[in-house]
């Protein structure tokens, strides 16, 4: 029931309150009692800290990694942006685009219109990345964000939550709305010669999705969930 881990003798003092007992080898000894959490980086295994009074980093004491905060609110604050960037990427897919006004002709296109001309122009497979990349696994990553944060927001627990999130970490590296974004920009300076670019509504919206997906990856905290989720009702 005992595990060990090497401990820098440099660190050893500053580890002793956060992974257990040390012993004059330089090693340190953590008992399965404790809630023991381990970094990402460098894989050394610490208990948990309490500073559920506080608000803050937790950092790895021997690589610097950040390990978990506390006191941020993150739930609340990722269910709100993850409401938010539903709303865009519905916008984002209803609206134009874009439009160009050739010698007083106007062309307007939508996500959906521009991945069903791919189809025709015989590149399918271009078609269904399209809609992939920038519809269908954003919309299941934000789904499945909000089928997690709002039950633990309402105090129980989502069904099929370990499905759910092991899904959402899936899809994730998938969702590739700024990839589109740039693909985009690029091709209207290469067009802005030929005809008059008309930046359509969804073009903002897309831009707008974009900066809140940055900002939700970057606070949502996994830990939390999982810790709201152990203090939620069944």
Known sequence: GWN?????????????G???SCHHDGWCVVTRSTHLTACHECDLLLREIDLSAEKGTVACPRCGAELYRVGHNSLERSLALTCAALVLLVIAN?????GLNIQGHEIETTV?????????????GVAVLLL???VL???IELCALGWLLLPLHLGYRPAGFSRVFRALQLAHPWAMVEVFILGVLVSLVKLSHLADVLPGPAIWCFGALMLVLSVLSSIVDY???WQTWEAAEA
Do not use: K
Not at 4 to 16: D, Q
Not at 94 to 98: C, E, N, S, Y
């Open 223 to 225: 830990r939390e969930l």
């Open 137 to 139: 696994i954003p919309l």
């Open 132 to 134: 992939a990349t920038t």
């Open 4 to 16: 060990r881990h090497p401990v820098p003798a440099a660190r050893r003092a500053s580890r002793l």
């Open 112 to 124: 959906f219109g521009a991945a069903r001309q791919l189809w025709r122009d015989d590149m399918p």
């Open 94 to 98: 209803t609206f134009p685009i874009v």
């Open 18 to 20: 956060a992974s257990g």
